[in-house]
């Protein structure tokens, strides 16, 4: 009598269904918890990355907001260092209120056509203490150019304004005590001017300063085509080193000096330091705290796969265990009949890999589906990895399944009929 054992095999299925529905059941939750978990972890990096990408553009523009209020900021503190002729001391200029040696006008030309990188805004100045003669005093008269050099034009303004041939600007404590307004007239050695605007106070010389226009401060001081100084910006990249300015502008006026004002530099360093660290660090944090969330879910995810596996792996043991006990007579009786022992083992394995190859491929469409219903974009499972998990689920389901199932096959028939 010739057995056919996909009948055999399908009324096994039909005739014991509950035990195969709960074999399904937990490949089903195994396949389901690693791609589950492993598109929550790609829609996390996924979210992660649209996060910081958005985090890093906000930052981005507010850097930009920052960095402008920061350059205003740097410009409202003035000019950061000064450029000397050779050979001038420092304090035979602060000591006699007056320059020893003079820049002349060309070289001043010279480094204004260079296009400096260094630098930029530049200009030249003509400054010395002098006796104002109608109020029997001493004062600064300050001569002073529109700026003769400024990098880019196009959005860069001058710090500071030309002013006008009969124009004066006049110092803080020196309108104070003599009245003076914008508006008022001023003589200054037989030359008059009207005040066009009163400098604030800032606690040193400036306070007893008259700012002409440097071409009539030249005429008055008899220092035709001469300058005392040209006073420069230093850009970004120049910041805090002077030898930095110094070699450049020395290759087109040599030996000139660099006198850099120390508190206005490191005011521009530091504030353009503590925004780009301040915007950089808040990106950084996100990562971190998002990065440190994966790994306690990953870590979830191992443990909780782990628990799965490891509890299918048993449930689908002791199935198999209880369906072989329950069936040792029918086994007997179909291996009295002539069926061998290996088309018996192949009936318990043909189970196995139906309930692994549904469970897996189950498994992996509601894993998949389901963690993208629950976190959205982002849940998604690479094709190679869903096969590994099929594979892993049949591989599963037989490893539950062959040792019960070999010992039923291998039993003798003979003596378990006797037994019946």
């Not at 269904?17 to 939750?29: E, P, W």
């Not at 829609?43 to 990408?53: C, N, R, S």
Request: proline share 3%; charged share 25%.
């Amino acid at each position: 009598m010739k057995v056919k054992m996909s009948h055999l095999f399908w009324r096994e299925l039909c005739f014991r269904r509950g035990s195969f529905v709960f074999g399904l059941l937990g490949v089903l939750a195994v396949a389901a918890c690693l791609t589950g978990s492993r598109a929550f972890l790609a829609a996390h990096d996924f979210q992660t990355e649209a996060l910081t990408g958005a985090l890093e553009e906000r930052s981005t523009e507010r850097m930009s907001q920052m960095r402008d209020e920061a350059r205003k900021f740097s410009k409202n503190l003035g000019f950061n260092c000064m450029l000397l002729p050779k050979g001038q001391a420092l304090g035979t200029l602060y000591a006699d209120g007056r320059s020893a040696i003079f820049l002349n006008e060309k070289e001043v030309d010279t480094l204004a056509t260079a296009r400096l990188e260094t630098i930029n805004h530049l200009r030249p100045i003509l400054r010395e203490r002098v006796r104002w003669p109608e109020q029997d005093r001493d004062i600064v008269l300050v001569g002073v150019r529109g700026e003769v050099y400024i990098k880019a034009p196009r959005w860069q303004k001058p710090i500071e304004e030309a002013i006008a041939a009969d124009k004066a600007h006049v110092g803080y404590a020196l309108a104070r005590e003599h009245g003076l307004t914008p508006g008022s007239t001023l003589t200054v050695k037989g030359r008059a001017f009207m005040v066009e605007h009163v400098l604030p106070q800032g606690g040193n010389e400036d306070d007893i300063a008259v700012r002409v226009d440097l071409d009539v401060a030249q005429a008055m001081l008899d220092r035709e085509d001469k300058v005392s100084a040209v006073l420069a910006l230093s850009c970004t990249c120049a910041d805090g080193d002077p030898d930095l300015i110094r070699r450049e502008v020395g290759r087109f006026v040599p030996g000139i000096q660099v006198v850099d004002f120390a508190v206005r530099a490191r005011a521009r360093i530091q504030a353009r330091t503590a925004i780009t660290a301040g915007a950089t660090a808040e990106v950084n944090d996100i990562k971190a705290s998002r990065s440190a969330l994966r790994r306690q879910v990953a870590g979830f995810s191992r443990v909780l796969v782990a628990l799965v596996t490891g509890g299918t792996i048993l449930l689908l043991s002791v199935l198999t265990l209880n369906n072989a006990r329950e069936r040792r007579g029918e086994v007997a009786m179909l291996r009295a009949l002539g069926v061998r022992a290996r088309e018996v083992l192949g009936l318990f394995v043909m189970k196995a890999l139906v309930s692994g190859a549904l469970g897996g491929l189950a498994g992996c469409l509601l894993g998949t589906l389901g963690t993208r219903l629950v976190v959205g974009e982002g849940a998604r499972v690479a094709a190679g990895y869903a096969a590994t998990v099929f594979g892993v689920t049949i591989g599963i389901a037989l490893l539950a399944t062959l040792i019960p199932a070999a010992r039923a096959a291998a039993e003798d028939p003979a003596g378990i009929l006797n037994q019946e």
